[in-house]
Every structure is written in structure tokens, then in C-alpha cells.
């Protein structure tokens, strides 16, 4: 089993940055693919970045794609999302999640979700 906490939120002005951290427990964290994810009041969620176990590959969203980096340190079993250039739009609980294959992150499934943090962006 594993369990995911995610930190980091928080409410910045559009143009600003911030950076989630997602640590992990168990063993076999550098076996999973991680994303992020992210729901807006109203909407359904949606998939933001995934990287596989290694590091060695990421995807992203159009919607985010340039804006924010996804990376990890396995050493540490956590997993980061830099977002830069924010904009209103991305306000959003943001979810990290793992999963077994990094293919179903890019289709919003996973094995294991976090509880989620809040991102406010003002304009």
C-alpha cells in the first residue's frame, strides 16, 4: 500500500510560482509512475504531468505544458511540481497519485491518490 501527502498549496498572484511536494511511503516507491492531477470547483479532474519511475520520461497537458515541471527524487521517495507563470485558470485542488504504468496517468487513472492541496491564483 501505498500512501501519498501532498504539500505545497497555497494562494500566489497570476505570474507567480509555486512548488508541490508529494512524499510517498513504502519501499518500492521508484516502481511507480507518479502524476499530478487537478480539480477546478465544477469541473472534472484533470490530468497536469506524470513522470515514470525513474525520471527518465515526463508528460504534460497543453493547458500546462512550458508552465510547470514535474520531477522526483526517489531517494527521498517524494515527488515535485513546480508550476511556473500561474494563471487564475490553474486554480484547482491538485491530487498526486501512482500508478504501477505511467500509459493510465495520462487517462486519469491510478492505483494510489493523495487527499489533495488547494491553489488559489488571484488576478
Known amino acids: 500500500q501505498v500512501q501519498l501527502v501532498e504539500s505545497g498549496g497555497g494562494a500566489v498572484q497570476a505570474g507567480g510560482s509555486l512548488r508541490l511536494s508529494c512524499a510517498a511511503s513504502g519501499r518500492r516507491f521508484s516502481s511507480y509512475a507518479m502524476g499530478w492531477f487537478r480539480q477546478a470547483p465544477g469541473k472534472e479532474r484533470e490530468f497536469a504531468a506524470a513522470i515514470t519511475g525513474s525520471g527518465g520520461s515526463t508528460y504534460y497537458a497543453d493547458s500546462v505544458k512550458g508552465r510547470f515541471t514535474i520531477s522526483r527524487d526517489n531517494a527521498k521517495n517524494t515527488v515535485y511540481l513546480q508550476m511556473n507563470s500561474l494563471k487564475p485558470e490553474d486554480t484547482a485542488v491538485y491530487y498526486c497519485?501512482?500508478?504501477?504504468?505511467?500509459?493510465?496517468?495520462?487517462?486519469?487513472?491510478?492505483?494510489?491518490w493523495g487527499q489533495g492541496t488547494q491553489v488559489t491564483v488571484s488576478s
Open positions: 497519485a501512482a500508478a504501477s504504468n505511467f500509459i493510465p496517468l495520462r487517462h486519469n487513472i491510478a492505483d494510489h
